[in-house]
C-alpha cells in the first residue's frame, strides 16, 4: 500500500483511427505520467478483449470487428520494464444492447474522451510491476 498526495487531473481527447491504448499511453508520455488511474468513455469501431486463465497462466483474446460504446473503461498506469505499462478493463455495448467486457488489448478509436488522475508526484516512488510466479502476470511490486 503507498499514500499518494491529492495528484493532477488531465482530460484529453483520443482520436479517431487510433488504438486506445496508444493514444492513452500518448497521454501519458505527454504528460510525464508514470503512476495514476484513468477512466475513459466513448465507442470503438473495433475492440479486442481478454481474459485471463488462472490456471493456464495465459490471456485468450476475442475480437471484436463491429461497433461497440465504451460504457466504461477503466485503468492504472505503472512502471514496467523501465517505461510506462497501460492496464485497461472495459465494459462495451453492442448496436442490440448486449454487454461484452474484459481485460482491453486494443480497440480502434471511433470517439473517445479520457480523464487520467496524475499520481507521479516524484515524492513517492512509482508503482513498478514485477512478474509474479503465483499468478503469471505482471503485478505492482510491494514496499
Ligand atoms: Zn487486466
Known sequence: MRNYGEGRSIVARLYHGSDILDGILSVTEA??????????????????????DQAGHKYKSKRIDRPVEIISCIGNV???DESPFIHA????SDSDFNM?????????????????HDLSSGKVE???RIPDEQTGLHLWKGR
Not at 510525464?32 to 481474459?51: H, K, R
Not at 478493463?89 to 462495451?92: F, I, K, V
Open 100 to 116: 461484452i467486457g474484459g481485460h482491453l488489448l486494443g480497440g480502434m478509436i471511433f470517439a473517445a474522451e479520457l480523464y487520467m
Open 31 to 52: 504528460e510525464g505520467v508514470s503512476t495514476g488511474v484513468f477512466e475513459a468513455i466513448g465507442a470503438l469501431s473495433s475492440v479486442e478483449l481478454g481474459y485471463y
Open 126 to 128: 512509482d508503482l513498478v
Open 89 to 92: 478493463h472495459a465494459a462495451l
Open 78 to 80: 505503472s512502471i514496467r
